[in-house]
């Protein structure tokens, strides 16, 4: 990207889509800008530049908005605000470069489970002298569309907290007094709207200089005002106390969406046991270096990701995959920071640093997902752009017609105007999409089903045909013996003789027949003169035999085999296995035949996938022969013997018949294929490659997940669909209700509000499904 150059900063202090647009709006008009793009659900903003625009005058600008901000870039650490807890991780040294702008800063995710000596942590009420604030402009005291700071303490000790109490407390006292003393009542509860209107007016007036005239604060001002200069002096203040406990809630839910992916962060351990020579020190997690080794004792959850070196322990990777049965793992087997070791000790090389492990980089990947718009929530902020000026003008209509045409009376047509105007916010809508992909991202990630964005999210719902890779992603990648054939002799001794010549060999056969041996128990004792006869296979002699462990072609050539030897070979060549024929002096003493066996759950998942009414085919590399076995235990279209320019064709084939075509591989040989589908999955070859090529990835290697993955889009957009029907469902009621004089003003405040917070607790239960 050279000639743009993007930067990513985090921002305290936003929490509804309203605070988002208002960045956007505001740094997009700075000269140089291309692109803006704000999450409201991670906290973070990127901005695009042609590299001649005056960064310390963006950051201005979105703090002069009342938001905290700090640059996300390893080289020069920005001065944090508080309320971004940072937490060990260091920020990143830009180590590889052509990722320079997404260089997060972990430090902000971690969970918000410090009460941070109980500071109030509504980050909207930014006071320079706790936040120690870098940058010179005066923040605006709490201004943004909806003030909703996701609230870290108790909701009490917020500062919005403290508001909504205080105004209730007003609004009780002033009912007590009004009754006392009934001549002062309307004086009593205008000082008691006053007491939670000046901070709502203060809001608004600071939104409008921004160039946002019409935020809900400007109408619950004007509607409040209006209230009272009508004598409705006690529903004004009602109104006030009804939208501080809105807003309270709405925080609480923006809080628990933010947490829940952050809440992964939280897993990796702050220490590490580091072995150093002849000695086991504790030190802090984020400063090992990749190649240190760290002793994980039994029960300790483990503080990096990295490689096994000695041990052999069950492993609870349900915190990080999903997975619920605790999986055995032994020397050179990976292992991922956050997971919890079981009933040994283990020593583990660590293979990547704190910021590049894979919860770091699962988190980092599903803020970025978050930024990027899906195209109902685009949709969605284009109609709301007319939507609130257009009740605003409907309101006035109501408040003047009646009165001017028919003789109706003032007062009464001007309070459902003013009702009509706070049924004129749009937040229910502009929040009902991204806070339910949000939580779609968040809890696809925490079951290793990542997507980069809503685009992804929305399209996979339509997905009709689905093209598997064959190896490592509906095969487990590398081969196993399937079937020992014995001449005279038992299975173990044959499965002993051969395993005795391959040891030593790095070979994926010679691996298969090890791996076998080891499991079956078989005797392995050490060989002398064994060597490799290249083309054909090992020979040498062990314990006083001449043993030959040889390809079929090879042993033919030394007349070793009978017809009926033959046959077998032919069979089990026939089912897509490759044999090795040992021979014992010269005379054939056994058959063993390998094959890359399927994954276990690749069945059941191709039936859920066919359940679904989705289409899946195999395409592959391998031999004709060896696609057909394995497609025909799977029940499964196949196409074989494809180079990767092949497997791009087909999908552009399959597309032209009007399938939408999802392409699963591993992201290294079908690169061109991924490309050419309409989403491309990445499963199995590793996080690295694949995130970078692919749309989406399965992170466990499960075939089954695609189909989840289909599921959850298709649950996703059920949940936006209810949320867009509640959000406008419940403004077209009181609309209703209002003009007919049956609802007044503060039922209509609740259908902002209460439809911000059923949409917002609504999105999150996706963040409960059980994928």
Known sequence: MSEAAQV??????????????????????????????????AGTMTVRHDGSSDLTAIEKKVTGLGYSVAPLKGKAPAQKP????????????????????????????????????GHDHDHASHDHSRHGHSHGAEEIEGLHGHDHGPMTGPWWQSKKGRLTILSGAALAAAYVVGHLVPSIASHAFVIAMLVGLVPIAKRATMAALAGIPFSIEMLMTIAAVGAVIINAGEEAATVVFLFLVGELLEGVAAGKARASIQSLTALVPKNALLETVGEVNEVPAETLAVGSIILVRPGDRISADGTIVSGESAIDEAPVTGESTPVRKGAGETVFAGTVNGDAALRVRVTAAAEDNTIARVVKLVEEAQESKAPTE????????????????????????????AGAAWGEWIYKGLAILLIGCPCALVISTPAAIAASLSAGARHGLLM??????????????????????????????????????????????????????????????????????????????????????????????????????????????????????????????SVSVLLVDGVAAGLIAMR????????????????????????????????????????????????????????????????????VGDGINDAPALAAADVGIAMGGGTDVALETADAAVLHGRVGDVARMIDLSKRTMRNIFQNITMALGLKAVFLVTTIAGITGLWPAILADTGATVLVTMNALRLLRIKI
């Not at 430090?107 to 489970?113: P, V």
């Open 8 to 41: 990513r900063y985090r921002v305290g202090g936003m929490d509804c889509a309203a605070c988002a647009t208002k960045i956007d709006t505001a740094v997009r008009r700075m000269d140089g800008v291309e692109d803006v793009s704000v999450s409201v659900t």
């Open 82 to 117: 508080k309320g971004t807890h940072d937490h060990a991780h260091k920020d990143h040294d830009d180590a590889h470069d052509h990722h320079d702008h997404d260089q997060h800063d972990h430090a902000g995710h971690e969970h918000h489970d410090h009460s941070d000596e």
């Open 378 to 405: 685009r949709f969605i902020d284009r109609f709301s752009r007319y939507y609130t000026p257009g009740v605003v003008v409907v309101a006035a209509l109501v408040a003047i017609l009646p009165p001017l045409l």
């Open 452 to 577: 980069k964005g809503g685009a992804v999210l929305e399209s996979l719902r339509n997905v009709t045909a689905v093209a598997f890779d064959k190896t490592g992603t509906l095969t487990e990648g590398k081969p196993q013996v399937t079937d020992i054939v014995s001449y005279g002799r038992s299975e173990a001794q044959v499965l002993s003789r051969a395993a005795v010549l391959e040891q030593g060999s790095s070979h994926p056969l010679a691996l298969a027949i090890l791996d076998r041996a080891k499991a079956d128990g078989a005797p392995v004792p050490p060989a002398f003169e064994v060597e490799a006869l290249p083309g054909k296979g090992m020979t040498g002699n062990v314990g006083g035999e001449t043993l030959d462990l040889l390809s079929p072609p090879a042993a033919r050539e030394r007349d070793a085999l009978n017809t009926e030897q033959d046959e077998q070979i032919a069979a089990l060549n026939g089912a897509g296995k």
């Open 596 to 663: 890359d066996e399927p994954r276990e759950d690749a069945k059941s998942g191709l039936a859920t996938l066919k359940a679904a009414g989705v289409r899946a085919i195999m395409l592959t590399g391998d031999n004709k022969r060896t696609a057909a076995a394995v497609a025909g235990d799977l029940g499964i279209d196949w196409r074989g013997e494809l180079l990767p320019q092949d497997k791009q064709r087909i999908v552009g084939e399959l597309k032209r018949e009007g399938l939408f075509v999802a392409k």
